[in-house]
Structures are given as structure tokens and as C-alpha cells.
């Protein structure tokens, strides 16, 4: 029955989401959610999953609203109690992992992101996750090579990641689009770029902006950034030539 509170049958998600309209919480609803969430949980012993989950939802909570120097402690402190407790679920370790880096990124120590963000895929390549999961943690790990500078590391480790995205999620998927667009992210914001290097940029952000069109539509805010992008390429090239 700890799943039971309030008679929704919904567990965690309760917290998260309103089951009358589907959307999910925002802003200060969410985070006065997160904290109830918590309070209620806490008395609970620290091997009991749910209060794991509360804590979770509590640190969501504040980095959604810009708190992430109070999320850090908590985000910490869950990967503690994880590792303590569920060591052996390496999927929850990882997720774990993740969150914290996030945070860490959201307060710009990109360094320390990059260290958990370079564990995280070695170890869901070692243990064959899925392939959205390496391609998305994969993907986490470029964007912290990008947050600081290595730009020809980002680009060598996306090149080689784009063949297994494209061929395990296709062309079309959200993932495999964003490595695309971080690769010619890599190519135009290296200070060594060479013209050739802003004209493959040019090609890759225009034909992700196509498939983002096709499939999630003009409106949607992933193709609304794709446009931006290729729009400030092509501004660049226009002054080259």
C-alpha cells in the first residue's frame, strides 16, 4: 500500500504531475510540492525506497527553480544513499550520477561535471545499456567537453558516436538530431574554424532543421533553437565571403 497515498494509486508521480489535465508541475507549485514530498517521506528509514524517491523529487524541484545551490546537498546526499543501499542497481547509481552533474553544470563547475559526465558513459557502454542511453549520455559528455573548450576531443567523440545513433535510433530521433547539431555547434565555436568548418556546420544545422520541421514542427522550441543557430552560421559565412 506505499503506493496508496491519498487513494490515487500513482505513487511519486503525484508530485510531479497533475492526473486531471496530464501536464506537469512548474515553477513554485513544483517546488512547494517537492518539499511536501519530502516531509512527508522523511521519517521513513534510509533503505525505504519511497523516501529515496522524495528526496529525488526534492532535488528536481529546486533545480527547476533555479536553487541549485540548495539541489547540490540534496543530490549529493541521494547518491550517497543509493550507492549505500542499491549499489547493485547500476541504472539507479547512474541516474544518480546524472542529476548530480546537471547541477553541477547549472552552478558552472563544468570540470567536475565532466569527470562524473566521462564515468557515466564509459560505464553504460560497459554495461550495455540501451542505445538511447549511451547516445544520450554520450551526448552529455559533449556538451561538457564543449562547456570547456576541448573542441577537437567533442568533435572526434561525436563523429563517432553520430554512425551509432543514426543507425540504432534513425535519422529522425531527437538524439541523434542533437548530436548532429552539437557537432556543428563544435565546428563554428572553435576559434580554429576554417571556412569549411562553418560551411559542414551550415549542412548539418539545415538538414536537422528540415527533420525537426517534418517531425516535430515548425513551432516546436528544439526547431525554433535549430533556426537561431543556423541563422548565426550563415550571418558568419555571409561576412567570410
Known amino acids: 500500500k506505499e ?3 491519498w487513494g490515487t ?3 511519486m508521480d503525484k508530485w510531479a504531475r497533475c492526473f486531471d489535465c496530464g501536464q506537469s508541475f512548474h515553477g513554485p507549485v513544483v517546488l512547494a510540492l517537492g518539499w511536501a514530498a ?3 517521506y522523511l521519517g ?5 525506497n519511497i523516501r ?3 528526496m529525488g523529487v526534492l532535488g528536481t524541484a529546486l533545480g527547476s527553480n533555479g536553487r541549485s545551490e540548495e539541489g547540490l546537498p540534496v543530490y549529493e546526499a541521494l547518491l550517497a544513499l543509493i550507492r549505500r543501499n542499491w549499489s547493485h542497481n547500476e541504472n539507479l547509481v547512474l541516474s544518480a550520477q546524472t542529476n548530480l552533474a546537471s547541477c553541477l553544470n547549472n552552478l558552472g563547475r ?3 561535471a565532466l569527470v562524473l559526465e566521462r ?6 557502454v560497459a554495461i550495455a545499456s540501451s542505445d538511447e542511453q549511451i547516445v544520450r549520455s554520450g551526448g552529455n559528455l559533449a556538451c561538457g567537453l564543449l562547456r570547456v573548450n576541448r573542441f577537437v576531443e567533442a568533435k572526434t567523440f561525436l563523429r563517432e558516436l553520430l554512425p551509432k545513433a543514426r543507425q540504432s535510433l534513425g535519422l529522425n530521433h531527437n538524439c541523434t538530431l542533437n548530436v548532429e547539431e552539437w557537432i556543428a ?4 565555436e572553435d576559434p580554429d574554424a576554417s571556412s569549411d568548418d562553418w560551411h559542414e556546420a551550415e549542412s548539418l544545422f539545415l538538414g536537422a532543421l528540415q527533420r525537426r520541421r517534418l517531425v516535430f514542427g515548425p513551432t516546436h522550441p528544439s526547431t525554433a533553437w535549430c533556426e537561431e543557430d543556423l541563422s548565426c552560421v550563415r550571418e558568419k559565412l555571409a561576412k567570410l565571403e
Do not use: N, V
Open 3 to 5: 503506493y496508496e497515498e
Open 9 to 11: 494509486g500513482h505513487g
Open 38 to 40: 519530502w516531509k512527508t
Open 44 to 48: 521513513r528509514p534510509d533503505t525505504d
Open 52 to 54: 529515496c524517491g522524495a
Open 110 to 112: 563544468y570540470d567536475e
Open 119 to 124: 564515468e557515466i558513459y564509459a560505464k553504460r
Open 185 to 188: 555547434t563544435a565546428l563554428h
